[in-house]
């Protein structure tokens, strides 16, 4: 009896061993519906096979294998608060002169903010569908990318790169340090050095806000847009009780229009400066693979936050008009703290610290939307790997924010920022204008691309005209400095085929983290 009993004891350890082996693959199956799967252990004649990457960890890091990338966290509210604190930035509170100084009368600039406004939300609902037709994060980098291809793309990032993201972001830094320790020196100029210093500071206290997460970076951008525009509904108020006791001499029916220059090249420059005033509505296209529900909450985000900054601009400027006269104005070094002295009195002070909260939210938001605009860049290979890298528990492009900073802070060396800023001052809407012609492109060249968006033609067909008219002015207006930057934008071409096209050795590639 025992060989039978051996037998069956064997019968019952295979069929153990079946039912077992039968729980673990339903346990893998079960395990494998939640997003984790477990790579197996090969056996010496079984060929190494890489397991397949998790898509979305349970406890919330990645598993083994995953391909880290930046999560969508950025909600409508945020995204909102993106463009509007992005667009806000100091101008509104320091230099509303530009417009006045054209136009020469208080009826005649109102009308161009609101026209500015309008063409200002054009171009931001071409975006939208543009947004929502390529998907992935980059803005005008990657919708070039798209249409006109590597090297086009890559003179975009190159100039991004090198002057316009770093050289504005620290200017407004700057502006920031300044009105945070003008107080301080209440009866002569800041110090440079100190409000290098600050500038600097504020930079890379938002850069390890930024590092840290996502949701405080938004939160701060949140924070600083709801302060800018309270100080502006402040003026705004107080504009109106102005209006109120009618003693108003510049926004009569005889006088509102009085002065007005109607020459072409007036309302020419006078649209130039309004327009430039309106920068930063495209932002939020350099974080689209971030935002939640992209194809509702871009849109939504463009048509909330753009009535909303026209409003503001022209009740802004209608409220300076009713206690300060244009020319005035166009003299005024601080026009907001000069309407805060009148009617504020002892609380003047005020204005100025909002001035600094406003400057500090928009160095904030650009910073946000530069590192993905150069991780962007690292992930088609334009940049260095490295760039490309994102935080494994943060889940932030900390190599990029990091580099971002440096570069930003490399101005404080430069004696004369501006100079070096307005030689690009075209480059901006060459390069909107080449990402909205390209929409025009995929409308002819690829009908059946899922568009969830799609505005009317005339929309973008009047924006590339605009924008044709823009760059334009700018070769009129300033033709060495366009020139010399047109020279400069073209130096990318050595690096595009150095850096990018250029069959790299393996030591170089081993440096550059490729």
């Known amino acids: 009896m025992a060989e039978p009993e051996l037998k069956s004891r064997s019968s019952r350890e295979s069929v153990a061993k079946a039912a077992s082996q039968e729980k673990m693959e339903a346990a893998e199956a079960d395990l494998s519906q939640d997003g984790v799967i477990f790579e197996q252990p090969s056996s010496p004649s079984t060929p190494m096979v890489p397991a397949p990457t998790a898509t979305t960890p349970t406890d919330g890091s990645p598993a083994k294998g995953e391909k880290i990338e930046l999560k969508r966290s950025i909600t409508l509210f945020n995204g909102v608060g993106m463009i509007i604190g992005t667009i806000i930035g100091s101008g509104i509170f320091v230099t509303p002169t530009g417009v006045v100084k054209e136009t020469g009368s208080a009826g005649l600039s109102l009308i161009v903010w609101s026209a500015c406004g309008v063409v200002s939300t054009m171009g931001a609902l071409c975006y939208a569908e543009l947004g929502t037709t390529i998907t992935k994060s980059g803005g005008d980098y990657t919708y070039i990318l798209e249409v006109y291809g590597e090297l086009a ?194 609380m003047s002070w005020l204005i100025p610290v909002f001035v600094g909260l406003s400057c500090f939210g928009a160095v904030n938001g650009s910073l946000f939307t530069s590192a993905r605009l150069f991780y962007a860049g690292a992930r088609e290979g334009q940049l260095p790997a490295a760039l490309g890298l994102v935080h494994t528990d943060l889940f932030t492009p900390v190599p990029s924010l990091i580099f971002t900073c440096l570069l930003s802070m490399m101005y404080a060396i430069s004696q004369d920022i501006f100079s ?62 366009c020139l010399v930057g047109s020279s400069i934008i073209l130096t990318g071409v050595p690096a595009y085929l150095l850096g990018y096209k250029w069959k790299k050795p393996h030591v170089v590639k081993k440096m550059l983290g490729e």
Not at 426 to 452: E, Q, S
Not at 466 to 475: D, H, Y
């Open 420 to 481: 070096v800023i307005n030689l690009f001052s075209f480059f901006t809407w060459l390069c909107v204008g080449m990402a909205i012609a390209g929409l025009l492109w995929l409308r002819f060249t690829k009908p059946d691309l899922r568009r969830p968006i799609k505005i009317p033609v005339f929309i973008p067909l009047a924006f590339v005209l605009g924008c044709v008219f823009m760059i334009v002015v700018s070769f009129w207006a300033a033709p060495f400095e």
């Open 153 to 346: 793309a890559f003179l975009k990032l190159w100039v991004e790169m090198l002057i316009i993201r770093p050289s504005s972001q620290y200017v407004v830094s700057l502006v920031f340090a300044t009105y945070l320790l003008k107080p301080l020196y209440p009866n002569c100029a800041v110090p440079d050095s100190a409000a290098k210093l600050i500038a600097c500071l504020c930079l890379t206290s938002l850069t390890f806000v930024n590092c840290i997460s996502v949701r405080a970076a938004t939160k701060v951008q949140d924070i600083f847009t709801a302060s800018k525009l309270l100080a502006l509904i402040i003026i705004i108020l107080f504009g109106f009780i102005q209006i109120s006791t009618g003693d108003v001499p510049y926004l009569t029916l005889e006088k509102s229009f009085e002065g007005s220059k109607m020459g072409v090249d007036n309302i020419v420059l006078a649209l130039y400066s309004g327009l430039f005033a309106f920068g930063g509505w495209n932002y939020l296209n350099y974080v689209t693979e971030e935002m939640i529900n992209p194809e509702r909450n871009l849109p939504l985000s463009i048509i909330i936050s753009m009535p909303i900054v026209t409003v503001v601009y022209v009740l802004t400027n209608l409220a300076y008009f009713t206690t300060i006269s244009p020319q005035v104005m166009v003299e005024s070094e601080a026009v907001a703290v000069s309407f805060g002295e009148y009617h504020l009195g002892v």
